[in-house]
C-alpha cells in the first residue's frame, strides 16, 4: 500500500511532534503552577500583613532593648558588640517565626507553604550573605577601632535592605519600599561617614537602635493602626 506524501511526512516526524506535544504539556503545567502560587501570594497578602505588624513591634522592641543594654552596659569592644547583636538576630528571627506560625493556625493555613518557601527562598540569600560579611571583622579584628564596627552595621543595614526589598515581589509593597529605606540609608551612611560629613562620633549601638529597632516599631505601627482601620471599615 502505497502511502500519500502527507503520511509519509507526519511518520517521519513523529518523534518530533510527541516531543513538541510533551513540551507543551510541560509549559502549560508550569503556567498553571506560577498562576496558582501568584494567585495564593494574592490572596495571602492580608494575611502577610496582619502577621507582619506583629512581628516588626516585636523585631523593633527588641531592637531598642538590645541597643540600650549595649550603650547602658558600654559593650563597645568588638567581641561584646558581636555577640550581643547576632544573639539578638538569633532571637528576632525565631521570634519572627513563632509569630508567623501562630498567624497560619490562627487562619487555619499551612505554614511551610509554597508561597512561604518562595518568600525564604528570596530571603535567605541576602541575610546570609550579610550576617557573614558582616560578623567577620568583628570576630577576627577584636581590638579595632570604632569605624570597624561601623562597617559591620552598614553591611548589615545594606543586606537587610536587600532581603526585604527581594520579599517585597511576594508581599505587600510596603516592604520593598522599607528594603529601599534601608539600602538608601547605608549607600548614605557609608558616604557621611567616610567624608566625616557630619563631624561627631558615631556609636554602633545607635545606629542598630534606630535601624532595627526604632523603624521598625513605626513600621509594625503603622501596619497595625491601617490594618485596624481597614477592619473597621
Known sequence: MRLSAESRYVILHLPQLALWCKVIGMETNWAEENLQTIRTLMER???????????????GAL?????????LCRLDSMRAFGA????TAVVALAGALLI???????????FWSPPTRRVAQALIPPLLAGMCLGAYPVF????????VALASVLVWILFYGCA?????????RGIKLFGWLFITSACVLF???????MGFHYNAHWLMGFFFGVLHLAYGAYLYLT??????A
Open 140 to 147: 577576627v579584628f577584636t581590638e579595632a577601632p570604632a569605624v
Open 191 to 197: 558616604y557621611a561617614i567616610m567624608k566625616d560629613w
Open 45 to 59: 497578602s492580608a494575611i502577610y500583613r496582619r502577621a507582619l505588624a506583629p512581628i516588626m513591634l516585636f523585631v
Open 84 to 87: 550581643l547583636w547576632l544573639g
Open 100 to 110: 508567623a506560625r501562630r498567624q497560619a493556625l490562627k487562619d487555619k493555613e499551612a
Open 227 to 232: 490594618e485596624k482601620r481597614k477592619n473597621a
Open 63 to 71: 531592637g531598642v532593648a538590645s541597643a540600650s543594654v549595649g550603650i
Open 164 to 172: 526585604l526589598h527581594a520579599a517585597g515581589f511576594f508581599m505587600p
